[in-house]
């Protein structure tokens, strides 16, 4: 899906790869609407690139006989100005020729946010989460970032703030429509992904030198921005963590980067495709331009060694395919007003698996 929410189908035949786009009903989140109403202020070009989906699930549950589509995405409120987190819902209803319903809107985020929220005037939209993972039968779980409601560039701290849903993870019921918050006192979990219950990992966008995977579990407080092991961006360093590095009081991050990393997603590789690297966590990174593999002790819940493996790409996305491999998707690169590379998706194969 692109950010305007546009879908294709990708798919191959004969070795080649080919994007087909779907018919379906455009997702109602007044898109074109914000870029027009503050295109003059922040720029058209910053909006167009920053407001739109964050992620996509497709997955099947109990509830429906269909198999499930679900966005994250921006929403905007014309009557109020002013924009939330939403999730989306589609069936398809013809697996066989991609046909979908109408989407439905099942989760908003409760507090709706304006330029009015930072010390700038600006839309801070890239610190916004957006992952989705399937919980259970009945449930999902979708991070949101705290929109720099950090009291750094903002008098607000969202993610300690239990009245409203930024800086947090939040646990969707699909059953009845309700929410709740899962876990509060993150800044900006880019990935998110379910090994089982016991074993939910989130990696997270840290301020300087503070990217972190936190090991998730309901109901705890990760700290941000009382507990961190970064620093300010501009050298205030006063503004956050208060536990001089100790996290006493919070949970700890099951590790930390130092500068110059920019985690994205995060999964657990399941396959025996890569058969050494069965039960490793691997992330991947923007700045770094890495991939990350980790092994990690399930007793101790630690991590014992780490092998970056060059990419030379910033890389937005990982996931594992069906057979094994690993599929990346890569980053726009350049400023927010203009970019110079188109995003590719690139396969990782085993040279010993023949398979």
Known sequence: MQGDGQIFLFHEKNKNFKFKKITAQKIPINRDEFIKKHEKIHGKAKLRNFFGLRDIMINKFDLVDTTSIFVSSMDYDIDKDCYKMSVFRNEFINVDEIKLTEWKKIFSSKQCLTSDMNYEKQYYLASSGGRIVKYDENNILLSIGNFDGDGYYSSYIHSQDLSNDYGKIIKINLKDSTDEIFSLGHRNPQGLFLLDKDYIFASEHGPKGGDEINLIAQGKNYGWPVATYGTDYLKKSSKVDKTNNSHNGYEKPIFSWGNNYGVSQIIVYKSDYFDKWKG???????????????????????????????????????????????????????????FTEIPEIIFLENKLNKN
């Open 280 to 338: 490793n966590i691997i992330t991947s990174s923007l700045v770094g331009k890495t991939l990350t593999r980790m092994v990690f002790d399930i007793e101790r819940k630690s991590i014992l060694y780490i092998e970056n493996i060059p990419i030379d790409k910033r890389i937005r996305d990982i996931i594992e395919g069906p057979n094994g491999k690993i599929v990346l998707l890569t980053d726009q690169k350049g400023g927010v007003d203009g």
